[in-house]
């Protein structure tokens, strides 16, 4: 058995295949390609792309509706691979060795060289990393040789999934495939953690209980208003330097970021293509950050589909501070 394909609304033909040696080389060629794949962990299903590849990660966003550009948790089959995308500090190493592989994510201070895509981490420092401990998870980022962004498998805002049945409900038609196995163990999202020196942050209640983590460290609840981690979105990321948004033409010491016909010091898509100008979004306004201009201005973006979630960055980017 190969699996089935799903009647679609949305262009894409969804097929549903078992998990199997078969299943997880088609899923690793599917991420090769920069496709979305739905895969079961032991917490709940993940719509999982590969994390390296910008356009991928921007899929993830656009197939779940996402209204915003959340940072997602990138999926690693090892503390090695783990290593090469943020600091792992000594407290860090300890929750490694307790906790992975399991529903622990870690937020950490990524690597100045980390080849994760920007878009991973919003326009934060920080990365989320987590190790799962489901087989067909882990031989897929193996088979791949990257790490995954995979935040759960629905449409946003909806209830996550613990079964394929789930996955195709919300998503047949937006993505190519989806590895069916089983029902998930915890059917909770992970328990998310910043590593902050000697203690921990508790950003994201989950399957590892406070009081486990308590036995390691202490344990701060979250901040109000702070982002770090995926749910928490309510500050925005911003430039040292105003930013204008609408922008179809640039003034004087303004760098100007093009969009669809706009040319400027740094294009998002110059054919208008709204994943290639997600994935490039955070890029462009770290260069725009970093270059001496004393203002940035934006070209128009649309507000349908993808556009909306670039432009919700846009807007907390712009806003009064």
């Known amino acids: 058995m190969t699996g089935h394909a799903t009647p679609h609304d949305h262009g894409v033909d969804t097929q549903v295949r078992p998990a199997d040696a078969a299943g997880i080389a088609a899923a690793a060629a599917t991420l090769a390609r920069g496709d979305l794949v739905a895969l079961p962990t032991e917490t709940v299903y993940g719509l999982a792309a590969d994390a390296t590849n910008g356009e991928a990660v921007a899929r993830i966003y656009a197939a779940k509706g996402r209204p915003s550009f959340n940072p997602l948790i990138v999926h690693v089959d090892g503390l090695a691979m783990a290593a090469r995308l943020a600091d792992f500090p000594p407290l860090a190493k300890r929750l490694v060795d307790a906790f992975w592989p399991g529903p622990l994510t870690l937020v950490l201070p990524a690597r100045p060289d980390s080849p994760a895509a920007r878009l991973v981490q919003a326009g934060l420092p920080t990365i989320a990393i987590r190790c799962p401990a489901h087989p067909v998870a882990q031989a897929v980022i193996r088979a791949l040789g990257r790490p995954v962004a995979a935040p759960s498998a629905n449409p946003s805002g909806r209830i996550s999934p613990t079964r394929a049945e789930h996955v195709r409900a919300g998503l047949a038609g937006r993505i190519p495939l989806i590895l069916d196995g089983g029902a998930t163990d915890a059917g ?47 500050s925005h990321y911003a430039p040292r330097q105003p930013v204008r948004l609408n922008a179809e033409s640039r003034r004087e010491g303004e760098f100007y970021i093009g969009f669809n016909g706009f040319e400027g010091d740094l294009t998002l898509s110059a054919t208008g293509d709204l994943v290639e100008a997600a994935a490039r979004l955070f890029d462009a306004l770290h260069a725009a950050e970093n270059s001496n201009a004393a203002a940035i201005a934006v070209a128009p973006i649309p507000e349908h589909g993808l556009g909306a979630a670039i432009n919700d960055r846009l807007r907390r980017a712009a806003a009064p501070r």
């Open 188 to 234: 909770l999202e992970s328990t998310i953690v910043a590593v902050e020196g000697d203690s921990l942050r508790l950003l994201r209640p989950g399957p590892i209980a406070r009081e486990t983590l308590e036995a390691l460290a202490p344990v701060h609840a979250a901040t109000e208003g702070k982002i770090h981690a995926p749910g928490q979105m309510t």
